[in-house]
């Protein structure tokens, strides 16, 4: 079983960037594929971007392609979500997530962990 904690929303105006980073405990992260989702209120939530931690393949929504990125640090057992050009549209909370599941799947129905969230807000 893993525990996932994430850190570093916040409020940033349009154009900006955040990192927000996810630390993993209990397990180790080679042993799971993780995942970024977020959701705004009122509506569902969505996958951002995904990664299998033992193959580095990704996946990558096609709302956030070319401004965020997914990576891990397998010695801090943490993922992160690098985000830039942000948008007041990518205003949300932001949760990490982690399945056994060895393909960088976009279905949060698959995952069996899942943080606290994050909230990030983005001004226009």
């Known amino acids: 079983q893993v525990h996932l904690v994430e850190s570093g929303g916040g409020l940033v105006q349009a154009g900006g960037s955040l990192r927000l980073s996810c630390l993993a405990s209990?397990?180790?992260?080679?042993?799971?594929?993780m995942g970024w989702f977020r959701q705004a209120r009122g509506k569902a939530r969505e996958a951002v971007a995904a990664?299998?931690?033992?193959?580095?393949?990704?996946y990558t929504a096609d709302s956030v392609k070319g401004r965020f990125t997914i990576s891990t640090d397998n010695a801090k057992n943490t993922v992160y979500l690098q985000m830039s050009s942000l948008k007041p549209e990518d205003t949300a909370t932001y949760y990490c997530a982690a399945t056994v599941l060895a393909v960088t799947t976009p279905n949060p129905e698959r995952y069996n962990y899942w943080g606290q969230g994050t909230q990030v807000t983005v001004s226009s």
């Open positions: 990664i299998s931690v033992s193959s580095k393949s990704t």
């Open positions: 209990g397990s180790t992260l080679s042993m799971y594929t």
